[in-house]
């Protein structure tokens, strides 16, 4: 009988937040995510024998792991050291503004004391207050904020079999200075074992470790900018893009150059930055000898089409294939639905209802494909650091569940990839592959945004400038390869992950800081006077008033949950900050909001332990201030329901049956031509939530608390005016 092979790829990346020149770091993701993730996420194979999983690694990831276990320092770790009795006013305004940084619900709640601090801060993070708060903490308040800060980035493992960080855990608050000098050589510690570790259980053959180009560029932007506009020809370049095929031979060159060192062997397979693949990019790893490289389920689906014409059926993605090249090169196809649900869905399920959902689509993948001719293979591929902050007790509940369920069932086999292929070198061809990511198989994160573009020729003018320099100068190697480096750096896809509009973080000024200074960097380096551009941020979208305005159109299925990780990536968002209430007084704190030519779509996130016995949600829109033209929607709260009624500006009343389905979130679809308006009319709106009693209806939840979300009725041309230069 015909088994369901299963390659789990975990994928583990950091840009580089370190400014070699003043060797300090700005963020401190890596050392949080090594003690919280890296290390405890391949020891799964030692407890589960018959368990094999794929890692990969970005090597400026390692080179700053191997750089805190001997001592590299960042603000942070400088804040938490310093004795409470001397910090300075702005110490504290910094650690009480960073020093939540994480996800509450899992990592501060749980804690009675780390919930009882933010409750001291309050949720709000307006200036006033956090001034006002900075007098209620007394020097034990700081100090146990800087502990309970670090402390909750140690995985469960380490709370279970590290005596030291068990004993900090059960001593709970009233920390010590002695404590704190603790917890950061631990963390320095763990960051010089991450590279131990999977080098010894690569070595036992448990696990394969692929790797990425050095600081994780999107490798055919550098290649071939012109690509990008395959996939969407409606894209503006940056102006003079130009070729840096050479920068991206030298990025896996040096990538590979650093793994034969740390790990003792030369890299089988490549995870291309984000899953950005071109035919260009095929035919350089094939000349630096890759076996197999990976990405994306659409990629697939669109080379197909180009070579067929047609749209491939849903057994496509379940095999490998073979690229058509002199030296045999393989590539899979990630399984888009049960990665992105483990990356952003399960999380909000019950552990053992994620676990059958998972078991249940392999076991139809086994149904669709067990009369077809090559085996089969389902791909699992995720970001291994950053979804499980999101799960109850960092998704060691749900992953124990998870590959006790791949490993007992004798219909599924985890594999490595190199050895799967190995084992099964006839696949089917592939004459060429489709230019795009893993994000709708095109590059637009990261390039033809007024802010992306404007990074880009930023970055190409560094360039220009440091090949003119080094023509006509002597220059040390040294300084050479420093300059060189800075550059390399400096294309790095994170920096533009945050350019545009697409996604957002309160650091997206410190992302964009550290961009420029990389670039800034090369001129110091050379002792020569930077172009004063780079001293001006470049990010300019920033949200304002809690508020991420749509970035593109959008069409969810209105079905009441998130059927996929893309479904409201395009869409606006409105996250109302607390107060120091608890939260149970709440009924939401976020919602999505986008629009296409006819309709407007809104999903709100619910707590669902909140009792909505008698509790009505109430959409109103407002589409002529002047004349207080304002219609309503009003919905009963019930599970499955999927009607609305619709209060026109009249009073009239009407029943819409289709547009709504609450369940898992409340999804509901209004269309324009309910509100009556006309494109390039603005619209503002509101959400509420009100409680009936036995004589009165009360509000218990707005938001926004005050004001309006703001949109304009779109006309098809709407969203041009943002990717224009």
Known sequence: MK????????????????????????LPWVKFHATKDYYDMAIWVEKFPNLKLNFNFVPSLLLQLEDYSKGAKDKYLELTLKPSNQLTFDDKLFILRNFFNCNWETMVYPFRRYKELLEMRGKNLKEDELLRKINHFSNKDWTDLQVWYNLVWFDPYWRRNDSEIKSLFEKGENFTEEDKVVIINKQSWICGEVIKKYKELQEQSKIEISFSAFYHPILPLLINPQSSKISNPNLILPKNAISLEEDAKKQIELAIEYYKEKFGIYPKGFWPSEGSVCDELVFILEKFSIKWFATDEDILKKSLMLSTGKFPDKTAIYKHYKFNTETPIYVVFRDKEISDNISFVYYRWRKEDAVKDIEAKLLDIYNLCKNEKFPILVSIILDGENCWEYYHNDGEDFLNDFYNMLTSNKMFETVLLSDYILAHPEAPILKNIWPGSWINANYNIWIGHLEDNKAWEYLYKTREFLCNFLSQNEVSEEKKKMCWDEIYAAEGSDWFWWFGDEHYTSQSDLFDFLFRKHLKNIYKILDQESPGYLDIPIKINMVKN??????????PIIDGKISHYFEWISSGKYVHVGSSQHRTSYIADSF??????????????????VDFKDVILNICFISDIESNKICYIRIPFEKKRTKYNFISPEGE???IEGNLMIDKVIEIKIPFYLIGTFPNQKILFFINFEKRFEDRTIEIQRLPDSGFIEILHPDITYFKMFWTV
């Open 592 to 609: 999505y909001y986008g629009f296409d030519l006819e309709n407007i779509y809104i999903c709100i996130d619910y707590y669902k332990d």
């Open 653 to 655: 009343m009407k029943e």
């Open 546 to 555: 809690n508020i991420l305005s749509p970035s593109n159109f959008i069409s």
């Open 3 to 26: 088994k369901v092979y299963v390659a789990i790829l975990y994928h583990h990346h950091q840009p580089l937040y370190k400014d070699p020149l003043e060797n300090f770091y700005h």
